[in-house]
């Protein structure tokens, strides 16, 4: 079955990093674009990076940009977000899926909160 596991999230404070981990098992990885989500209290699933099956073609949205950077192993069925200059307003819990995201395929993700 295909799944995901995210990790690495924690406790940060503002400006500070975080490197995300999510390790993907029971299909083919290398073949899907794929990308992390995230989602805060309240507030709907947003993307916030994509990347090709390659890996040689990352994507962000304004949000984001600059700060965060999405890269994967095909040969070790893993994908990162490196997680710069944290604000406040990325305190959510992060999720890895394909993209567009297979439904049934959603982790526990990770939490990551920015706090002071």
């Known amino acids: 079955q295909e799944q995901f596991v995210e990790s690495g999230g924690d406790l940060v404070q503002p400006g500070g990093s975080l490197r995300l981990s999510c390790a993907a098992s029971?299909?083919?990885?290398?073949?899907?674009?794929s990308g992390w989500y995230r989602q805060a209290p309240g507030k709907e699933r947003e993307l916030v990076a994509t990347?090709?099956?390659?890996?040689?073609?990352?994507s962000y949205p304004a949000s984001v940009k600059g700060r965060f950077t999405i890269s994967r192993d095909n040969a070790r069925n893993t994908m990162y977000l490196q997680l710069n200059s944290l604000k406040l307003e990325d305190t959510a819990v992060y999720y890895c899926?394909?993209?567009?995201?297979?439904?049934?395929?959603w982790g526990q993700g990770t939490q990551v909160t920015v706090s002071s």
């Open positions: 899926n394909r993209v567009p995201p297979f439904p049934n395929s």
């Open positions: 029971g299909f083919a990885f290398s073949l899907f674009n």
């Open positions: 990347i090709n099956t390659s890996g040689r073609i990352p």
